[in-house]
């Protein structure tokens, strides 16, 4: 791998051990484990503080990815204020059916939206334990990664000038439109799943309506109810892939969740103000390899998983925890195990999370396939979910994460 531009020569150069590029998660996660450990690093985010700490993301992070966090010192605010669920509900054929994971396993969610966690780790990062970022920087471009000194150019916010930093090792955390998604080589291997299916994805000022999770299988689509907090709900509705927001309006939106979300002995949805309306095309991507020379990717720049079984931000923690524990292994003790593993150890884990949201969507979107046999089935997969102690036993391992517990 060469690169990917050509050095800037009439520049200074900084030097930090690592240079991360993104301050989502995975990013500030890796920032923090190397701050613990005395390791200088420079993390680069084009988005400004402010931006990273509202920007709408997941909210459900699984009980073994809090316990990494607590351990490392990064979850302390988070074990205050987070909502602890136990439960979900599945709705289908005018009914509903509770699912008591916590029972069966004692293990639960975390509820914790994405912005409260990345304010948690970069006021950790930056203002507490004095970690190196620059946001708002612009034209990152990464050099050498194919050598032993690799190098990160970019241009500053602040003074307008390229700056260059020489590193030994780059984590690519910007995500599947960063830059370092795009200094792959030829060689890497890109495997990518569409679902064929759009989510409506929104945001009601309404209090949740229910007090766990609730799946709604219907012949219409798909819909969905998470609680953020006891003023916020988050909804889904499927929808074609590619359809634009704009077609739903509000009086449209809560008619079919309420349609949708219907089951007996229940009242209507609490409705109020759709405060964000976006169209997610279901798809799904892995990079493989992880690594390519000295640069190292984590969360969404090495894989995507579709928000059907909430697990995108559990993948970027399971990622950074492993990363961040190697490089600190390797800069501070000369250990080459954790790097060597790195990426066959991320890699059991996503395609583990990868297969279980291919069968939920299957249990999602069968009925409104419009194909007699797959919505027959997707009932069989409902049934035995609730008939079968195997079964429901099988599913809450998945469905938690503790399968392949970190």
């Known amino acids: 791998m060469t690169s990917t531009t050509p050095l800037p020569n009439s520049v200074a150069p900084q030097r930090f051990p690592v240079v991360v590029v993104g301050a989502g998660p995975a990013g500030l996660t890796v920032g923090n484990i190397l701050r613990a450990a005395g390791v200088e690093c420079l993390v680069l985010e084009t988005e400004t503080r402010e931006f990273i700490e509202q920007r709408p993301r997941a909210g459900v992070i699984e009980e073994w990815a809090v316990r990494g966090l607590q351990r490392r010192g990064l979850a302390d605010t988070l074990l205050e204020r987070a909502q602890q669920h136990t439960e979900c509900e599945f709705r289908f054929g005018g009914e509903r059916f509770r699912f008591s994971y916590g029972e069966l396993t004692g293990t639960h969610h ?236 991320c890699l059991r884990r996503v395609w583990d999370y990868q297969e279980f949201s291919q069968w939920l969507s299957e249990v999602y979107h069968g009925t409104s396939s419009g194909d007699a046999y797959r919505a027959g089935t997707t009932f069989a997969r409902l049934r035995r979910l609730f008939t079968s102690p195997a079964a429901a036993a099988a599913f809450a391992e998945q469905y938690l994460g503790t399968a392949t517990a970190y």
């Open 110 to 345: 975390f509820v914790y939206p994405q912005p409260l966690l990345v304010t948690d780790l970069v006021r950790e990062y930056a203002d507490v334990r004095g970690g190196q970022v620059r946001f708002g920087v612009r034209d990152v471009q990464l050099h050498d990664l194919d050598t032993d000194h690799p190098s990160v150019s970019y241009v500053s916010a602040e003074t307008g000038g390229r700056e260059v930093v020489e590193c030994d090792f780059v984590a690519g955390c910007d995500g599947g439109r960063g830059v370092t998604r795009g200094a792959l080589p030829g060689q890497a291997h890109i495997s990518r799943h569409d679902y064929g299916v759009g989510w409506l994805a929104l945001l009601a000022e309404a209090p949740p309506s229910n007090d766990c999770v609730v799946f709604g299988i219907h012949p219409n689509g798909f819909a969905g109810h998470m609680a953020r907090s006891p003023e916020v709900t988050r909804y889904y509705l499927e929808c074609p892939p590619g359809d634009d927001p704009e077609n739903w309006s509000q009086e449209r939106v809560w008619s079919e969740l309420q349609e949708r979300l219907a089951a007996t002995g229940l009242g209507p949805l609490t409705e109020g103000r759709l405060i964000e309306k976006r169209v997610l095309d279901m798809h799904s991507y892995v990079v493989e390899p992880m690594v390519f020379g000295r640069l190292f990717l984590a969360g969404d720049a090495a894989h995507l998983t579709a928000p059907i079984a909430a697990k995108g931000m559990n993948l970027a923690l399971h990622d950074a925890f492993l990363l961040g524990d190697a490089l600190v292994g390797y800069l501070t003790k000369g250990d080459e195990s954790g790097l060597d593993g790195y990426s066959e150890a």
